[in-house]
């Protein structure tokens, strides 16, 4: 401690300021493909976990939506997927401090690709039947509804579009809580 004498004759002492230690955190240069293609982004992320070496892999799949990714080398292509824990959605692997990860990501299945392709399918069904039949089978003519010709085609679009639906909408309930 310093001690300062004023002109009136008093000390004053000062208190040295708390000495701050500061730790940098671990992290990794992560450089980020889709498909083979890119990189599309390149970043620095913080490893995390008691021994700060996994990396957040979910927090990449949630932010450039992929379904899940693989350990990368631009020469030789995609390698291993990468394993994420369902609890935390870090990985399982370890990294080193100032390590550049290569990663390579598959992109979520688009809804609308399956849908045109069933859609696209029933209504080619449709017109072949309505073209190599000149006069609808019985059951087309018994499914009237009170506004009139029912079109069967529009149900099993309405299914299979319900079905297709169902276990993602079964995995957003999950995902909020609302179903066990």
């Not at 940098?24 to 450089?31: F, G, I, T, W, Y």
């Not at 889709?34 to 970043?43: L, N, S």
């Not at 099993?156 to 995902?175: E, G, H, P, S």
Request: proline content about 6%; overall charge positive; hydrophobic content about 40%.
């Amino acid at each position: 401690m310093e001690e300062k004498t004023e002109a009136s004759g008093e000390i004053e002492e000062s208190v040295p300021l708390a000495a701050s230690v500061k730790t940098k955190a671990p992290e990794v240069e992560v450089r980020l493909y889709r498909q083979g293609k890119g990189p599309i982004a390149v970043f620095k992320s913080k490893l995390a976990g008691w021994e700060q070496d996994q990396l957040e892999i979910g927090d990449i799949l949630h932010k450039y939506g992929f379904k899940s990714v693989y350990a990368f080398n631009p020469d030789s292509g995609r390698g291993v997927s990468i394993r994420i824990h369902p609890r935390n959605g870090r990985s399982f692997l370890s990294y080193r401090d100032g390590s550049v990860i290569f990663i390579d990501g598959e992109p979520k299945d688009s809804l609308i690709k399956p849908v045109t392709k069933i859609l696209s399918g029933v209504a080619f069904l449709t017109l072949v039947i309505t073209y190599l039949l000149k006069e609808p089978p019985e059951l087309m003519k018994k499914l009237n509804i009170s506004v009139g010709n029912f079109p069967p085609w529009v149900l099993a679009c309405a299914v299979i579009v319900f079905t297709r639906m169902r276990k993602r909408t079964k995995d957003m309930l999950k995902k909020y809580g609302y179903w066990n």
